[in-house]
């Protein structure tokens, strides 16, 4: 069936080291969305991808979305203690309405 | 705040109790999710209403029956839960297919 994953599963880093994490569709993806989970919360929504090789920027994070659009990749610059969370790429499952597929989420510790 | 609110946050049962969990949604949504987050795995989808009509993922067990009454009000009615379907159990809504979720604070559900 169609899976979505992602790379790596847990990530630590010094304050101030770049991050990145990366997100593989099994099949192509119409759109991709971002969501970020604080530990003991709920997810947020980031950003939604559409276009092929569309790049957007939230100040220090970069979402690109591959020229395939069966990939993805968010890349935090120079992180800091409130990066810390679970970050979660999804696609939306082909033929079943919009419905969206997670992947298991990139746990990311930034040590001060 | 999100627009959509779960209660209970928190929840205890035993396996013989009959408890719902309860969503609302006050963002004018015409569709609305219950997803399930276990520990190290990605987020599950469960049930989907939109416009009232219910989209049912198949492999989730009958003692999870879901319920829109309307279109701002989701519950999940649990019945005979194992200790395994421990986990936190999310509501979100969204306006039209492929648009992002938003997500409640979830209900964190433990079976004893």
């Known amino acids: 069936g169609q899976q979505v994953m992602q790379i790596p599963q847990y990530q630590h880093v010094q304050e101030g080291e770049d991050f990145t994490t990366y997100c593989n569709s099994s099949?192509?993806?119409?759109?991709i969305q971002w969501y970020k989970q604080r530990p003991g919360g709920h997810p947020v929504f980031l950003i939604q991808?559409?276009?092929?090789?569309e790049v957007k920027k939230q100040k220090r994070l970069t979402f690109q979305f591959g020229e395939a659009k069966k990939n993805s990749s968010l890349h935090i610059t120079a992180t800091q203690t409130t990066d810390v969370g679970t970050y979660f790429c999804a696609g939306p499952l082909y033929n079943q309405g919009g419905k969206l597929i997670f992947g298991q989420g990139t746990e990311l510790s930034v040590k001060p | 705040e999100t627009g959509v609110t779960q209660t209970p946050r928190h929840l205890v049962m035993g396996m013989t109790n009959k408890k719902s969990l309860k969503c609302e949604q006050h963002?004018?949504?015409?569709?609305m999710y219950w997803y399930k987050q276990s520990a190290k795995k990605p987020l599950e989808l469960m049930f989907v209403?939109?416009?009232?009509?219910?989209?049912e993922n198949n492999s989730v067990p009958s003692r999870f029956s879901p319920e829109c009454p309307n279109s701002s009000h989701l519950f999940l009615h649990l019945h005979t839960l194992q200790p395994e379907d421990s986990a936190l159990y999310l509501c979100?809504?969204?306006?039209?297919?492929?648009?992002?979720?938003?997500f409640g604070s979830g209900t964190q559900l433990s079976v004893l």
């Open positions: 209403y939109s416009l009232e009509e219910r989209v």
């Open positions: 979100a809504s969204t306006g039209q297919r492929n648009e992002k979720l938003f």
């Open positions: 991808l559409v276009k092929s090789g």
């Open positions: 963002l004018g949504h015409n569709a």
């Open positions: 099949t192509t993806l119409s759109n």
